[in-house]
């Protein structure tokens, strides 16, 4: 079930994502598009960079998965606790990059962000997983 839900998770992370990115490219501010603001630019290019990070521990965790090593449990704690903490991080940076309009009913921004508190939560914190990670591996 953890696997499943880093799953999901990396999913909403991904979407939440790509629309944040296209309200930076829609969005305009003292005259100019708010997506040609440098700071926005490094906050963009950090999530992705995380993105990418989890979506390599993912598909490793599910290769171990699928081929039943015995290094499974590790990968899939590992992968929930790096997905549970990045979309954290993406759910609070798309939130702020929308401004207000980013905690109506209006997007859906709001509803990636309790979504991804609940699953943060949901089978073993992140804080968990990492000492369950380090306890597998004989820490």
Known sequence: GRIYLAAEMFGGMQE?????????KERKQFGALIGTFQALQHR?????????????????????????A????????????????????????ATQMHGGIGVTDELDVG??????????ELLGSARFHYERYATLEGF
């Open 44 to 68: 963009a290019a950090h999530m992705f960079t995380e993105i990418e990070m989890c979506k390599s521990i993912l598909m490793l965790a599910l290769d171990a998965l699928e081929k039943n």
């Open 70 to 93: 015995d290094n499974a449990p590790q990968l899939i704690s590992g992968a929930k606790a790096k997905i549970s903490d990045t979309y954290e991080l993406i759910s609070n940076e």
């Open 111 to 120: 509803l990636f962000l309790k979504r991804a508190r609940v699953s943060a």
């Open 16 to 24: 939440i994502f790509e629309r944040t990115v296209q309200y930076l």
